[in-house]
């Protein structure tokens, strides 16, 4: 749909405005004269003739054929016969902000949908309804009846644009960048998003050359492939997308069901799509602020690790602490620039990243700019923190944040400074020097570094965006079956796709389980098959170490109670296959969103799948080298790399299994889930094994 008469509107319509100063029209209107606005406006009121000095009529039906945009300030049983009428009037765009519609449910989500179809019907982009409307601070248009002050009218030559699910939130990040000095060129509240979705303001305003990056708050992403689009479309561009969006909790996913009508998606799910993507996700609303800032200050994200600078030795105990808790590397200093810092610190303290400078620092405050120079240069170091302690006294304080400040002054690479004493007295000069300078400043290390880990891993998802090489397709043959097939048909299946399963059969008598037994040799393990029993374990349908044929017999007659004990089991045999040595267990799999595509999943495996939930999620098209990576990010990684005695396991085997798991998913889109688990890894060279393994299909 074409947005562009909404976002750029040539004329306005104000339907249902009054004169009273305390109503909304009155303050859309005010809104337009505060800003310039030098399209024509249009008034509807049922009762006046003349509001302002400007003439009104009384109905839509009365307005011009073709205005471009009209804001709606009518009662919520009014919206859907308002839009009708602009309909017919062909106006090219509406914002609603009446509430109590989809978030409301029942006749109310039913209204709404009525009124999206209407809207999609006569091709108005529509904005809402529960919302805040369109404020372009760029172009000094105001769809908004918000208070807006003179001064955000004025122009803006480039920034951030700010689109929002949440009215109130949109304002809050706008004027919170504000506040840091980072110019906001738009802001859209797009409430329920009956028609238009937060997507598709984005990809109207990245391609708007005043726009540097799209800051974003969503509950749910509501056209998850339109979204993927336009984030491929921001990379390509060079325009960062960091989005907020909620819903990792059940309670959070709850809170958007009620507030906006939103049903919020597996969470981990969507963000590995989105990561992948390369989408900024900041956990919290101050990161969403800093990385915006970093993004706007330092257009170039770093790809290496972190160099840090203090003056307190329990700053750089915390500082290592805490990034290695958000993911965020402390490159080594190499000899040649170890031997530059060490010149500068007392023979008693050692050269090493964080860097210490001490208490010495106040007597020669030369310290910090001998090391943070050197530093920056490095190119080892994607970024720099200096985190220094302030001073009691203003006149000192201020003097050391001077040689900070030009010390990190004019830096390409992201240079933060952080003053350590919380909410203590700073000369504001500080704060007003370091902004002017570019430099972003805190009041807390550990908020500058998340930040930094953030930004960090932005610019090494891009980088690793730009340098991947797609896996081949696989190809792969139709399924045996639909719905759950049984653990002898997903491996044979899986089997014949390079997947390593144990020798064995199915046995659709107790004669032909004792010959499978005699060709692959005892222990054996015996399982009931049948696709209803898709948890065998749990009925009692496994039996393992059966070691000899008086146990086989046994064993057979126990599956077969288990079997007849269970109504309307549908039973095809029993599998038997040799018994595999002991190794470790770990979970690969594979499911479909109905929205967001395939994913894959790789963890530990056996008891402690449920018990721990060490999983990571991917993309289903990766590199073996990069799954390898992520695999490395397990608890579990320990236990693959060898621990007490055990030995490293076959890391590559495992994501190898992997990948082909992902491109399998990718090739049978009627495939919605591929459980292998456990999947036992040997040792290094050794390979892998699935001891079983579950496939579900529409």
């Not at 307005?63 to 804001?71: F, I, N, S």
């Not at 738009?186 to 238009?196: D, F, I, K, P, Q």
């Not at 190809?475 to 048909?489: I, N, S």
């Not at 990948?659 to 688990?677: F, H, Y």
Request: charge should be negative.
């Amino acid at each position: 749909m074409d947005i562009s008469r909404l976002m750029r509107p040539r004329s306005i319509a104000i339907v249902g405005i009054s004169p009273e100063p305390t109503s909304a029209g009155f303050h859309a209107l005010k809104n337009l004269e505060t800003f310039g606005y030098a399209g024509d406006i249009h008034l509807v009121s049922r009762n006046r003739t003349e509001i302002g000095g400007r003439a009104c009529v009384r109905s839509i039906d009365e307005l011009p054929r073709g205005v471009d945009a009209a804001m709606l300030l009518v009662p919520r049983n009014a919206i859907e016969e308002a839009v009708q009428a602009c309909a017919r009037r062909e106006v090219g765009g509406v914002v609603v902000f009446a509430s109590g519609f989809a978030e409301a449910g029942g006749e109310w989500a039913k209204a709404q949908d009525r009124i999206a179809q209407a809207a999609r019907t006569a091709g108005i982009a529509l904005c809402g309804p529960n919302c805040l409307g369109i404020v372009d601070y760029a172009r000094g248009v105001a769809l908004t009846f918000g208070a807006q002050a003179a001064t955000q009218g004025a122009g803006i030559a480039c920034g951030a644009a700010v689109i929002a699910q949440s009215g109130g939130l949109a304002g809050v990040i706008r004027t919170a960048l504000a506040a840091k000095g980072i110019p906001v060129t738009c802001t859209v509240s797009t409430g329920n998003e009956a028609v238009l979705g937060l997507e598709d303001y984005a990809a109207f305003l990245l391609e708007d050359p005043t726009t540097t990056a799209v800051v974003a708050f969503a509950e749910q992403i509501r056209r998850p492939g339109r979204f993927l689009a336009m984030a491929a479309r921001a990379r390509e561009l060079g325009k960062p997308v960091v989005l907020l969006i909620t819903g990792r909790s059940e309670a959070g996913r709850e809170s958007a069901r009620s507030h906006t009508g939103a049903l919020a998606g597996d969470h981990g799910l969507i963000e590995t799509q989105l990561r992948h993507a390369c989408v900024m996700l900041p956990r919290g609303l101050e990161e969403l602020i800093d990385v915006t800032e970093l993004a706007y200050r330092f257009p170039q994200a770093p790809t290496r690790g972190l160099a840090m600078v203090t003056d307190s030795g329990a700053v750089k105990g915390i500082t290592l602490d805490f990034c290695e808790e958000v993911g965020l590397d402390l490159p080594p200093l190499s000899p040649r620039l170890e031997a530059v810092i060490q010149a500068q610190l007392p023979e008693f303290v050692g050269a090493s990243n964080p860097v210490d400078l001490t208490a010495q620092a106040i007597i020669r405050p030369e310290m910090y700019g001998n090391t943070i120079g050197p530093m920056l240069a490095d190119a080892a170091f994607g970024s720099l923190v200096l985190a220094v302690i302030i001073s009691e006294v203003p006149e000192s304080g201020l003097a050391k944040a001077k040689r900070c400040l030009d010390s990190v002054r004019g830096s390409t690479k992201p240079a933060l400074i952080a003053l350590l004493g919380d909410e203590a007295n700073i000369p504001p000069s500080i704060v007003t020097d370091s902004r002017a300078a570019g430099i972003p400043f805190f009041r807390s290390p550990e908020r500058a570094l998340a930040a930094l880990a953030s930004y960090t891993r932005y610019g090494r998802s891009v980088e690793k965006a730009r340098m991947r090489t797609l896996p081949q397709p696989l190809e792969a043959p139709p399924l045996p079956g639909r719905g759950t097939l049984t653990e002898h048909a997903c491996k044979a299946w899986l089997g014949g796709l390079g997947l390593p399963v144990p020798r064995g059969g199915l046995a659709r008598d107790l004669a032909q389980a004792k010959a499978l037994a005699a060709a692959v040799g005892f222990p054996v393990a015996m399982k009931l098959q049948a696709a209803a029993l898709a948890h065998k374990s749990d009925a009692g349908a496994v039996l393992l170490g059966i070691g000899d044929t008086e146990q086989l017999v046994s064993a057979w007659e126990r599956l077969q109670g288990v079997g007849r004990d269970l109504p309307g089991l549908d039973v095809d045999g029993v599998l038997v296959e040799a018994m595999a040595p002991p190794g470790l267990e770990m979970i690969v799999g594979a499911r479909r969103d109905p929205d967001w595509g395939p994913v894959a999943v790789v963890g530990l495996g056996g008891i402690w799948t449920e018990a721990l939930k060490d999983v990571r999620i991917l993309p289903v098209a990766l590199e073996t080298a990069e799954i390898a990576e992520e695999i490395g990010r397990l608890k579990a990684a320990r236990l693959l790399a060898g621990m007490r005695g055990m030995p490293a396991r076959d890391v590559a085997a495992l994501a190898r299994i992997v990948q082909r798991i992902g491109l399998v998913m990718a090739s049978r889109p009627e495939i919605a889930e591929i459980d292998v688990n456990p999947l036992v890894v040997d040792a290094h060279g050794d390979g892998v094994l699935a001891l079983d393994a579950l496939i579900v299909s529409a």
